[in-house]
């Protein structure tokens, strides 16, 4: 890993090279997708219309930008990279790959309140639209995601925290959740658990501004928090006695940055329901690219807007005029990347 | 007095596994423990090392009392190598090495020349160097633990606390590992306190040995005050020769058998 010292006085930075190529790389990618994803749609529209009808509210085109093209590309990258930061979090305190805002009940705690609400509200009252699918949905999932996720960590707690121990609760809250959602689908009206089967496989569909800000103040708060944490988290990935033995007050730390990765993740899920595989690969993805021995947290979470926009925008246009959930595009696009990158490391 | 235990009660929930037990330890010297197994040797050092909040009584450092300092601060003069210690997978030695310095670090300072320099100077002393840059796993066990002595004396403390540095080492490994404590020891006249389970070496590289049977502290002392056929049968249930060794003079336990039962 080449990484060169930055000095100036008496502060130091450490610059590590690959890290933040791929993360300026990351960027770049994202930009050119953001463009296509306002280009691309029902009617095609080159850069310059697109350019025009931001700026001109007169112009034709300027709703479909601005009101539909742009909150959900901008949804989908600032869920993508929420995820993904969580998921980098989770993975370096569990120090386990695989984990994700999945093992700490923060997605299924929400699955379930969504799909209890929109199940039981019924069609009788309206179902689930206007406001009850615009504020509703987003505060359901968000009280489900915390629940959730306090739900695990009280039944994980035992003197500490452990890692380990964190992972198998959290597998088994995951599975009762899981089952809960089953049998309120099973028990709901045909039409209503349709609706709710589209949420739970983490779609963009209709995301307008009142799912951007919500996302974008989480991470414009718990993006700058989570670096300072960088270190910390470095050395949580090691043993208990070891943590303790270089000063960091280990309970704490953990507590705060799971914390955080618990937020990113329900406001992401509140925003555009549970995405898979986002918060599992893209960490994964990015520690591989930069070559570091753990997650890298900004070029995770830029790794994770890229997948989830170039995602939406194969949902959007790749079987148009059929749109998929952009959750079953992240996870066949994911999936074999992963796959492809942990056989390659084996070798 | 660097580092003291006062009658400290320690154990894990509701299980005992050492009770009022006093230990001081002097500033400049090696003291290390020795005991049968399970008879709270590394709790004991856990706890010097604030690894492990006593049930009762108290670990005094320099006088003050250890958890009511920022762990931070105490990690700037006391290093802990726990037992059989865990690192991330992939790391590399010098990865390893840097972590040692976290304690003096904080995100405006991440990487000072110091950093650099206590690094480069715990590299040297373990003969590490030329490894830097071989991930960890790849490493033998000797050098693994060279690695993680390392580490901790990149944290630039002149206490250090290790526990049972030489298991899963063979003999020229264990040899190997308590030569290096002992530079440590006489260039920068550290405090070091440790665990072991070969007799003959504590007494060989100990200035003072602390016998612990069943959470008590039995005899501590000079080597060969405290290594004596008596205190093998008493705290060993061994049946034992103590000779002079011939090679360092310190006291060599030759079994013969376990303790015969009257």
Request: charged share 15%.
């Amino acid at each position: 890993m080449t990484a060169f010292p930055l000095r100036v006085g008496g502060l130091s930075w450490q610059v590590r090279l690959r890290g933040t190529v791929l993360t300026l790389a990351g960027l770049l990618l994202l930009g050119l997708l953001m463009a296509l994803n306002m280009r691309l749609g029902d009617i095609d529209m080159s850069l310059a219309e697109v350019v025009r009808a931001t700026f001109d509210p007169a112009d034709a085109g300027h709703f479909v930008v601005m009101e539909l093209r742009l909150p959900r590309a901008l949804t989908g990258a600032l869920v993508g990279g929420a995820l993904a930061l969580s998921g980098a979090i989770i993975q370096s305190i569990a120090r386990n790959p695989l984990a994700s805002p999945e093992i700490l009940g923060v997605t299924t705690g929400a699955s379930v309140a969504v799909v209890a609400g929109v199940v039981l509200s019924g069609s009788a009252y309206g179902g689930a639209s206007g406001l009850f699918s615009a504020v509703g949905i987003p505060a359901l999932a968000l009280l489900g995601g915390l629940v959730g996720a306090v739900t695990v960590y009280a039944l994980a707690w035992r003197r500490g925290l452990d890692g380990y121990r964190l992972v198998l609760v959290g597998i088994g809250v995951a599975a009762v959740f899981t089952n809960v959602k089953y049998w309120l689908l099973t028990v709901g009206d045909v039409n209503d658990t349709g609706r709710a089967m589209v949420w739970i496989s983490g779609s963009l569909n209709g995301r307008g501004w009142e799912h951007v800000v919500p996302v974008a103040l989480a991470l414009a708060v718990l993006v700058p928090l989570t670096l300072l944490g960088t270190r910390s988290l470095a050395a949580l990935r090691f043993g208990d006695d070891t943590v303790t033995a270089l000063g960091v007050r280990m309970n704490l730390s953990r507590a705060l940055m799971i914390f955080a990765a618990v937020l990113l993740a329900a406001v992401a899920t509140a925003s555009a329901g549970p995405i898979a595989f986002v918060a599992l690969a893209a960490p994964q993805i990015a520690l591989r690219l930069a070559r570091c021995p753990q997650p890298p947290l900004l070029s995770s979470a830029v790794i994770g807007a890229v997948l989830t926009a170039g995602a939406d925008l194969i949902a959007r246009t790749a079987f148009s005029p059929l749109e998929l959930p952009v959750g079953i595009v992240t996870a066949v696009l994911g999936a074999p990347y992963l796959i492809h990158l942990i056989w390659r490391a084996r070798k | 007095m660097r580092l003291q235990a006062a009658g400290v009660t320690l154990g894990y929930g509701e299980r005992t596994v050492v009770e009022n037990l006093d230990l001081g330890v002097h500033s400049g010297t090696v003291t290390t423990i020795i005991g049968p197994n399970g008879c709270g040797k590394s709790t004991l050092l856990r706890a010097l090392g604030r690894l492990l909040k006593p049930q009762g009584g108290e670990v005094l450092l320099d006088g003050k009392r250890i958890d009511r300092m920022p762990t931070r601060e105490v990690a700037k003069v006391l290093g802990v190598l726990p037992q059989a210690p865990t690192a991330p997978e992939g790391l590399t030695v010098a990865d390893l090495v840097a972590r040692g310095r976290h304690p003096h670090q904080t995100w405006y300072r991440q990487w000072s020349s110091d950093d650099e320099a206590a690094v480069g100077r715990a590299l040297d002393m373990t003969g590490l160097a030329d490894l830097a840059e071989r991930p960890l796993d790849e490493l033998s066990g000797g050098q693994r633990q060279r690695a993680w002595i390392s580490m901790a004396l990149a944290q630039g403390t002149d206490l250090l606390l290790l526990d049972e540095p030489t298991t899963f080492l063979d003999l020229a490994h264990q040899v190997e590992v308590l030569e290096l404590v002992r530079q440590l020891h006489r260039e920068a006249s550290r405090t070091i306190v440790m665990v072991l389970h070969d007799l003959n070496l504590a007494a060989r590289y100990a200035d003072r040995l602390v016998a612990m049977r069943e959470g008590q502290v039995v005899a501590a002392g000079d080597p060969h005050d405290v290594l004596t056929e008596d205190l093998l049968r008493e705290v060993f249930d061994l049946d034992a020769k103590v000779i002079p060794d011939p090679v360092a003079g310190t006291p060599l336990v030759v079994p013969i058998g376990p303790r015969s039962r009257p």
